[in-house]
């Protein structure tokens, strides 16, 4: 893989107001990016924003904008400007030029790097690497000053051939192989898939750092790495769960997030064959966060994406322990599915009375959620997982005894 930072360093971020995107949602994005920035290790210092119809085609955000971001990088030792959104190799070159001696990222190339930095199978960094040199090859000419040279003689390059097309060239014929391997990795990972037999198989799917890494060792009790950063797990994890004397399989897969780089949702697609070829997705909500309707939204959409949209889903509400308060006030109406009746919002997005107790959650908008089961749960204060357990055993069970209907004792 190409090298990464090791070292820890400073930043700001840089993001655009937009008719599609208001001031709020684009706090929430920074919010994210900040977050991002920190799972890579860098310190954030500073957030420059602006209101435009569009981002500038040159440079982003406006010529004053970025005479300002200059500014403050040059007078406070800045190492990275980081942009919310993908830069075009355009508005890379020219960013460069005018912001010159710190790096210049967007949040395409943050999230690889960290990406990058967390691979640890072959898989994975295959699957990484493609992922890199694919974003990289339109960019070459921002990468490089030794570029605008041009050689020829023989055995080097053709006639006149610019070191840029050289440079193209090797790069293309490395995503090549690199695909290549990958069709080779998955021919095995297919063949191992093949030989678990006609096992129930339940995979976690989920916005990254939602908890499904903790719910996995909390169920196989093994210890799949778990931590407080974005992108703890890149590597489908499979751990075979016994449940009430059932066995299943359950996999842990990479965490979804959005504006997710175009190149790493094409190379982790297989990573993500183990989802598709599930029988039961446990999909991870982070009911405390101030966006989790959108997060559960961008997995949905990634589910269609890969074709599991169908699959029967148990959506799984955890760290409900950071969004419950105590009270011994009683919850006069259910602010979340009489939404006519309250007009003031918290910073959650939910009317001022939020619920208060488990039995409050069950009678909102989120326990009734068409076509699949809901559950509230606690991973970390395994709060309600008993519920959970006996809400999953129903669902493995119903499966294994179509699939193994000689095996009744086990019922």
Not at 13 to 41: H, M, N, P, S, W
Not at 171 to 186: F, N
Not at 270 to 285: A, N, Q
Not at 289 to 305: A, G, I, K, R, Y
Request: proline share 3%.
């Amino acid at each position: 893989m190409i090298e990464t930072r090791k070292e820890q360093e400073t930043c700001v971020l840089v993001g655009i107001a937009t008719r599609k995107q208001d001031k709020e949602l684009l706090e929430e994005y920074l919010d994210e990016l900040e977050f991002l920035a920190q799972t890579a290790d860098a310190i954030c210092v500073k957030r420059f924003t602006q209101s435009l119809d569009h981002p500038d085609v040159r440079t982003f955000v406006g010529s004053g904008k970025i005479q300002e971001i200059k500014d403050y990088v040059d007078s406070n030792g800045i190492d990275m400007v980081i942009f919310d959104d993908e830069l075009s190799p355009t508005q890379l070159r020219n960013i460069e030029q005018l912001v010159s001696d710190v790096k210049i990222l967007d949040r395409s190339n943050l999230i690889l790097d960290i990406f990058a930095s967390r691979a640890r199978t072959a898989h994975a960094k295959t699957q990484v690497e493609l992922a890199q040199y694919q974003y990289l090859l339109p960019r070459l000419t921002n990468m490089w000053t030794h570029l605008q040279k041009q050689k020829g003689g023989i055995g080097m390059k053709g006639p006149g051939e610019k070191e840029i097309e050289t440079d193209r060239r090797i790069i293309r014929d490395k995503i090549a192989a690199l695909k290549k391997d990958l069709q080779q990795i998955d021919k095995q990972k297919a063949t191992q898939r093949g030989n678990r037999g006609a096992m129930v198989r339940v995979a976690l799917v989920g916005y990254t750092n939602v908890g499904k890494s903790t719910l996995m060792n909390l169920l196989s009790k093994s210890e799949v790495k778990a931590e407080n950063k974005l992108f703890a797990t890149l590597d489908t994890t499979v751990r075979k769960v016994v449940l009430y004397n059932v066995p299943f399989l359950l996999s842990d897969t990479v965490g979804f997030i959005r504006k997710l780089p175009h190149q790493l949702i094409e190379s982790f697609k297989s990573t993500l064959d183990e989802t598709r070829e599930s029988d039961i997705l446990l999909h991870i909500v982070d009911v405390a966060h101030p966006s989790f309707e959108d997060h559960m939204q961008v997995v949905n959409d990634t589910l269609n994406e890969i074709g599991s949209g169908d699959t029967p889903t148990i959506v799984v509400f955890n760290k409900m322990d950071k969004l419950l308060f105590p009270s011994d006030e009683p919850l006069e109406i259910d602010e979340l599915t009489a939404a006519d009746q309250v007009e003031e919002t918290d910073s959650f997005g939910i009317e001022s009375s939020a619920p208060r107790s488990l039995e409050d959650l069950r009678h909102t908008w989120m326990a009734q959620l068409e076509g699949q089961d809901v559950v509230f749960i606690s991973a970390h204060e395994k709060t309600n997982i008993q519920e959970f357990r006996d809400l999953l055993y129903e669902r493995v069970i119903a499966i294994h005894k179509e699939r193994y209907p000689y095996n009744d004792f086990l019922y």
